[in-house]
């Protein structure tokens, strides 16, 4: 059964500085990975998609990187603001059935 | 539709009654999930449709639990019963393709069910 496990489960920083959260996976057939945002009392948005035959992607000031093999992924959030303040999850979709499954979360907060 | 809508935003109902939340997946979205989230606590997964079909429903806390989805569009979960314990923020989610081709998912809003 695939497992998703983020560490750390919170993180605070002062404003820009550049940060890391990390997201492990223990089964290393995933078809992707998927980053989120999830802000006080709302939905999800979707931050970046990393399919299982890509290394990282990028978007503005946040890039992801995937290790498949190590069952790893982080998310880089550089010069960080306190508008990123918010719980950031991870996603991985495979196994036999083509789940979404999720870690429980970081919650960032930035501090001006 | 432009996103993923979930009706009705909030709801407050007596236990032992039944509830039905609904959602509109984006058009043209084939992979439907829904998802249940208490306050404080991470999202566990209940159900995930591939068009009209459930691959997999283990999530399904109990047979109170049950969920449709018409075609590949609207989905309704549908709690019976209602407990305290099924107070929670269900959040539903569609992509293009779900499964060995996943795609990006996007989220609607959710609804909050209390009850009371």
């Known amino acids: 059964k695939q497992e998703v496990t983020q560490i750390p489960a919170a993180l605070s920083v002062p404003e820009g500085e550049n940060l890391v959260l990390n997201c492990s996976f223990t089964?290393?057939?995933?078809?992707?990975l998927q980053w989120f945002r999830q802000d006080p009392g709302k939905g999800l948005t979707s931050l970046l998609l990393i399919q299982s035959s890509q290394r990282e992607q990028t978007s503005g000031r946040l890039n992801a990187s995937l290790d498949k093999s190590s069952g790893r992924s982080t998310l880089y959030i550089a010069a960080s603001q306190p508008g990123d303040s918010a719980t950031y999850l991870c996603a991985v979709t495979g196994g036999s059935q083509g789940n979404l499954i999720f870690g429980k979360g970081t919650k960032l907060s930035v501090k001006p | 539709g432009a996103g993923v809508s979930q009706s009705p935003s909030n709801k407050v109902t007596e236990k032992g009654k039944d509830v039905e939340l609904r959602c509109d997946p984006i058009s043209g979205h084939t992979a439907l999930y829904w998802y249940r989230q208490r306050l404080g606590q991470g999202l566990e997964f209940l159900i995930y449709f591939q068009g009209n079909s459930a691959p997999d429903k283990s999530g399904l806390p109990s047979d109170r639990f049950s969920a449709e989805r018409t075609g590949e569009s609207v989905s309704t979960l549908t709690i019976q019963r209602t407990q305290q314990e099924d107070s929670a923020v269900y959040l539903c989610?569609?992509?293009?393709?779900?499964?060995?081709?996943?795609?990006?998912?996007?989220f609607g809003q959710g609804t909050r069910l209390t009850v009371v």
């Open positions: 089964d290393s057939a995933i078809y992707n």
């Open positions: 989610a569609s992509s293009l393709v779900g499964g060995y081709s996943g795609t990006e998912a996007f």
